[in-house]
Nanobody
């Protein structure tokens, strides 16, 4: 039902910035909870940031104060602004969506996933 396409990844030096975008094709986008996850080689896929349909946000401790998640419902798009990037931010970043509410920001709680976009931060 929902297709998600990420863009904006790339190579950046430590301290730099990137903005990721996720374009959604599904109906009633404004009602979906959206999130960004990331997965580094050999690591689990973990939550980075989430935004509910009502606009409330959640950030992993590792990115709090550096990353900002936002959404533009008129454009069916969610963004992740990443500032002060660190080498440990290097990962594949995934956009994801869920149609229902949840108390958890886990892989299992989300329904639809994008293909991922690579972010590499050099030292």
């Amino acid at each position: 039902q929902v297709q998600l396409v990420e863009s904006g990844g790339g190579l950046v030096q430590a301290g730099g910035s990137l903005r990721l975008s996720c374009a959604a094709s599904g109906r009633t986008f404004s009602r979906y909870g959206m999130a960004w996850f990331r997965q580094a080689p050999g690591k689990e896929r973990d939550i980075v940031a989430a935004i509910r349909s009502g606009g409330s946000t959640y950030y992993a401790d590792s990115v709090k104060g550096r990353f900002t998640i936002s959404r533009n419902n008129a454009k069916n798009t969610v963004y992740l602004q990443m500032n002060s990037l660190k080498p440990e931010d290097t990962a594949v970043y995934y956009c994801t969506a869920r149609s229902g509410g949840s108390s958890y920001y886990t892989v299992e709680s989300y329904d639809y996933w994008g293909q991922g976009t690579q972010v590499t931060v050099s030292s």
